[in-house]
């Protein structure tokens, strides 16, 4: 026997239980993108790696630290997706789906890979959920995206949900407040850690994403942002506000809130449950208004978010939303080579019709059968021995009602299942 290979580090396997935890969150996420009107789209697992220098930041963790990146044959830099607006805007662009429609609303689950340090909940091969709304710089649209969370939260069974929510305004503001923001914290230089520094020449609003709690300190003492909004951003985050009070969404104004992606303008969010202690985010997102155009289109603006599918099902777990799907419908247990042969057209039957079956294939024991058919939970158990056989009959065992038993003509099965 070889030695045994192991998964790579960072990586996670999703077993029978936690898959149906993850098809059944899947179905859910479906379902909710369809009601408010979004459509799926799928990119490809890799992209050519300018897409993310160009789109994150060439300054950025991710960029610099944390993607997958390898030259192929043909001396292409290549990047295994770390993250999913880029991909659906560089497909939005390259394919003009902006031709068909003003507006276009857009949903993805897919795979993305960051080389990070692994954590709960947090993998180098990790899920997410994301949406991008195409196409309208109205206020209302950053509610709508914002009201698509809270769904999707009330969905999972979180009830103490909250939005924290910011303007970063334009890029100019931005631009302006990273420099009084950086002049604020070059005094400092020495309280703040090797990351901080680095980032103080390269990203200075990533400070402000800082766990430590002496730079947590520090910042309440710096600049904030809205001190650097014009007119024109004051009044869309004005109204998206007032839009999220008439749909009765929680928010709370965070003056600290900069997402530290390039792309980010104006509105940004999170979302945040107290139900989930203090590991307590669900999602995150914002506004993106030059990316269409910064990577080849027309001046389109957009806002999305995304959640971290394995964070979702801790949530399911937490809320105790994602308990186990039910068993079969059907156990056909069997006896004897003429019965195996008798089951299988029975078992394409009652598939046919809709039923889910399982099908004995390991030849043991009735009584080894029936106790397999308990543990998965199935509803009834079709017994077929060499007596059932000659008589055209099958044996009906009830499994959660009791355990009746009764035999009853092959032709009959499948209108007794159905009552």
């Known amino acids: 026997m070889g030695d045994k290979v192991s998964k790579v580090k960072g990586t996670n396997d999703f077993l029978p239980e936690e898959a149906k935890k993850f098809i059944k969150l899947e179905s859910l996420l479906h379902s909710i993108m369809s009601s408010f009107g979004y459509s799926f789209i799928k990119t490809p697992a890799f992209e050519k790696t300018e ?147 680095a980032r103080l020449d390269s990203n200075p609003l990533r400070i402000l994403d800082t766990k430590i709690p002496d730079e947590i300190e520090l910042i309440k003492n710096a600049p904030v942002i ?18 999220m009070e008439s749909l009765g969404l929680k928010y709370e104004v965070d003056p600290r809130l900069v997402r530290g992606l390039d792309y980010y303008n104006r509105t940004t969010f999170e979302m945040v449950s107290s139900d989930l202690g203090s590991q307590n985010a669900v999602l995150g997102g914002g506004r993106y208004d030059s990316l269409v155009k910064d990577l080849g289109g027309k001046p389109t603006p957009a806002i999305g978010f995304a959640a971290g599918i394995e964070r979702l099902i801790l949530c399911m777990d937490q809320a105790n939303q994602s308990a186990p799907d039910k068993g079969p419908d059907v156990y056909i247990c069997l006896a004897g080579d003429d019965a195996i042969k008798a089951g299988a057209p ?74």
């Open 51 to 197: 897409l993310f220098v160009r789109s994150v930041g060439k300054d950025s963790d991710i960029v610099n630290k944390e993607m997958y990146t390898w030259l192929d044959n043909g001396k292409t830099s290549l990047t295994l997706k770390p993250e999913g607006t880029a991909s659906v805007v560089r497909a939005f662009v390259q394919n003009n789906i902006g031709a068909s429609s003003p507006i276009n609303r857009l949903y993805y689950v897919d795979a993305f890979f960051r080389r990070e340090r692994p954590q709960r909940g947090r993998f180098r091969q990790f899920h997410q959920l994301g949406i991008e709304a195409i196409g309208s710089e109205n206020p209302e649209q950053d509610a709508e995206v914002i009201a698509v969370a809270y769904s999707l939260c009330s969905h999972l069974g979180l009830s103490n949900v909250v939005t924290k929510i910011n303007s970063i305004g334009s890029s100019e503001a931005r631009g302006s407040y990273s420099q009084a923001l950086k002049e604020f914290l070059i005094p400092h230089a020495d309280k703040l850690s090797e990351t901080s520094r």
């Open 226 to 243: 809205s001190d650097f909004l014009d007119d024109g951003d004051r009044k869309h985050f004005e109204d998206v506000l007032e839009t």
């Open 346 to 419: 029975i078992a394409k039957q009652l598939r046919d019709s809709g039923l889910t079956v399982v099908q004995e294939t390991l030849r043991r024991s009735i009584k080894s059968q029936l106790r397999d058919a308990n543990r998965l939970g199935s509803r009834w158990a079709v017994i077929i021995g060499q007596d059932e056989v000659n008589a055209n009959t099958v044996q009906l065992k009830s499994m959660d009602q009791g355990g009746d038993q009764s035999e009853i003509p092959s032709g009959d099965l499948l209108k007794r299942i159905r009552g």
